[in-house]
């Protein structure tokens, strides 16, 4: 069993920055790929980024390439979200993902992770 836990989500101008973290507990954190991932009211889970279980290998939706850094703190079981230069369209519910399969490479499928935490809103106002 894993728990997820995000925070950090709020309300932001056009142009700010938040910094999501994600607390996870259980097994070994540091054997799992993690993702983030969004979703906006009426629309399907979007991938976001992700990063493999070392932190060696990140990879991002091409919408936020360049404006968003996931990264991962395996002695504190922490993944973060940096997202700066934030857009309304960025504004949705965010999941961070845990895929157990040990030392595989993150995917950008939702259905490739065992695990989610409940979400953190982020609101980007114009």
């Known amino acids: 069993q894993v728990q997820l836990v995000e925070s950090g989500g709020g309300l932001v101008q056009a142009g700010g920055s938040l910094r999501l973290s994600c607390a996870a507990s259980?097994?070994?954190?540091?054997?799992?790929?993690m993702g983030w991932f969004r979703q906006a009211p009426g629309n399907e889970r979007e991938f976001v980024a992700a990063i493999s279980w070392s932190g060696g290998s990140t990879y991002y939706a091409d919408s936020v390439k360049g404006r968003f850094t996931i990264s991962r703190d395996n002695a504190k079981n922490t993944v973060y979200l940096q997202m700066n230069s934030l857009k309304p369209e960025d504004s949705a519910v965010y999941y961070c993902a845990a895929d157990l399969v040990r030392a595989r490479n993150p995917s950008d499928l939702p259905l490739m992770y065992d695990y989610w935490g409940p979400g953190t809103q982020v609101t980007v106002s114009s």
């Open positions: 259980g097994r070994t954190f540091s054997s799992y790929a």
